[in-house]
């Protein structure tokens, strides 16, 4: 069974951190794309940040600086480190991890940064 398990989420302050994990099973992990998505309220799905099976790293122009990407191969995770938080971030953070022949979606996890 495919699960992809998004956790760290929380409410945090303007300029805090947060950093989510997705935990992956099910699925070949090491050979998938990961990525980082996030959904605000009223707005289309957005991408944030990618990482390829081979390291290769992407982010959107608005996060760059601030939040990082990383994968473990061996224990299926893929993070997102998230500094210098602002109000503008908050959404529900997806993780989705796709190949040329599959692609799978986590459930999400809230961030919200609120004073």
């Known amino acids: 069974q495919v699960q992809l398990v998004e956790s760290g989420g929380g409410l945090v302050q303007p300029g805090g951190s947060l950093r989510l994990s997705c935990a992956a099973s099910?699925?070949?992990?090491?050979?998938?794309?990961m990525s980082w998505f996030r959904q605000a309220p009223g707005k289309e799905r957005e991408l944030v940040a990618t990482i390829s099976n081979g390291g290769t790293i992407n982010y959107a122009d608005f996060v760059k600086g601030r939040f990082t990407i990383s994968r473990d191969n061996a224990k299926n995770t893929v993070d997102l480190q998230m500094n210098s938080l602002q109000p503008e971030d908050t959404a529900v953070y997806y993780c989705?991890?796709?190949?040329?022949?599959?692609?799978?979606w986590g459930q999400g996890t809230q961030v919200t940064v609120s004073s």
């Open positions: 989705k991890g796709y190949s040329l022949s599959a692609l799978y």
């Open positions: 099910g699925f070949p992990f090491s050979k998938y794309v």
